[in-house]
């Protein structure tokens, strides 16, 4: 039973699609509405951090325009190099 703060919302599944839901639960041994909230989950999450990603890029973005302080390819590359090596290494110095 559905607790006081949950709703009921309805979707429409095409045949083939309901029956791909009802076989994956069946391997699964959970019940297609189990398999329906953890895809809608999955999705969201994915949806958000997708979301976030292209702000971050956008606000990035938008600070080099105003800034113009960037670091070339090369000194990041070196930079994460070192890092992976386990050195703790300061970021390298940003360009105008």
Sequence with gaps: MASPSEQTTSVKLDPELRGRVQKLAD?????P???MREAIAEYVTREEQREKFRADAEAA??????????LTAEDADAWLDRLEAGEQVA??????
């Design 27 to 31: 391997a699964r041994r959970r019940t």
């Design 91 to 96: 970021p390298p110095p940003w360009h105008r």
């Design 33 to 35: 509405h189990w398999i």
């Design 61 to 70: 973005w938008e600070e080099y325009q105003a800034t113009g302080l960037h």
